[in-house]
């Protein structure tokens, strides 16, 4: 294969989307839009990735990763000016360029390989990847001549009624041999119905040099979707969710209703593990095997071992170890460690605390900043007053320590292994090891009292 590199337009506002922030970078299945075509361009042949940017530059720089190099386009006059960017830095380049648009993110790596295949194996000096869909309003129709050639592209809103019926579309995606392409950038012209640059008449200008268009036809025509508003980024986003739940149910995971499912592009889930409805999936989440996640479940940034079963809760920025069981309802903030076969009950919530093997926090618990050992029971309604209007301090729990409930144990505070604390007890100092700490004022009975009135 002879030398492949890619441009991706990315400068445009993105008007339709209504928003401060730049189109390419909204997310999809939890990654900016733009990011996708990246990485799908760096899993192809493609060697060399060109991104033109423009409006909101820099934030679209600093949001995006990969080995890219980034060119500027402003103002920003059309999609052919964009690609005319690229010029200076391809200039002598004697390679095929694929120009893919960064609104356009479900294209597969199949799909560019095989453009790319395309345009080669047919010696085409211009090869359009494009779609016959249902409703093709808003895209450029490819126009076909005698013999069925392509002759040009004709965006929607200059189209005659006529070329307004063609339902084979533009999807962005084409692939040239570059070394005719400068020369035909230059002479674009701006004389459309939107005053730009089109890149797609650049497509008369081949055949009318006597080089050879061709299009291809994905065969799923999703994968041309470009999101131009917030309707089709919704659209775009049930696409995306369908692809990764397809993928996760062939690999081996349980989804009992992949409409109410919803996964970001990254994480992963172990064989034999079930999803219930109502889940988000999020970050960089990595499930284990044989674990329930769900109904109604917010999961991101975790890391779940094996046999977790996590229902109706939040769980967010920390590991949770085999076995564990989280909810119904409890809320484990960022930065807990959570061991193998605890119980985190109904109405918890955990923060940056850790807690050891096979410990309980059952129900009505609010436990933040402490260390809490293994074995070790924590009562219904026990809290941690870990913040004395200034600073958070520790709590720390030893092994099979009990404590009792509805205790409040204010920070800082050491309670040592297999202590007891008593119900009902507000503790301020440590409770050394094995010992039973009472807390709390003697019940008084009065006999016989009952109001006289
Ligand atoms: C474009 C195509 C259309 C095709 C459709 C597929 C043109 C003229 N039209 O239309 O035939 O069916 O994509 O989705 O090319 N951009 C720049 N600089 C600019 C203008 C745009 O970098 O000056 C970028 C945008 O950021 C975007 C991409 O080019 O990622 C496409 O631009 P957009 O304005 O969305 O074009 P469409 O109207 O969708
Ligand atoms: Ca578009």
Redesign the pocket.
Known sequence: MGKLAAVV????Q?TRMKSQLP??LFPLAGKPILQHVVDVLNQSEVEKIIV?T?HGSQQVRDQIQGDITWLE?HP????G??LFQACQELSGYSGDVLVL????PLVTVETVNNLAKTHRDRAAEATILSAVVDDPT???RIVRGEENKVRA?V?HRDASEQQQAIRE????AYCFRWQSMADKLVSLDNDNSQG?Y???DIISSVRQSGGKVEALPVSDSSEVM?I?DRVQLAQAEKEMQKRIATDLMLQGVTILDPDTAWFDANVSLGQDSTVLPNTHIKGKTRVGERCIIGPDVFIEDCVLGDEVTIRNSVAEGSSIGDKTTVGPYAYIRPGCEIGSGVRIGDFVELKKTRIGDGSKVPHLSYVGDALVGSGVNIGCGVITANYDGKEKHITEIGDEAFIGCNSNLVAPLRIGKSAYVAAGSTITSDVPEGSLAIARSRQSVKEKWRRKD
């Open positions: 337009l990315a400068a445009g993105g189109k390419v033109v423009g386009q920003q006059l059309g999609t000016h964009a648009c960064g609104d356009s808003g895209y450029g592209i965006e579309v533009n999807s962005g730009e089109y890149l797609t470009g131009n």
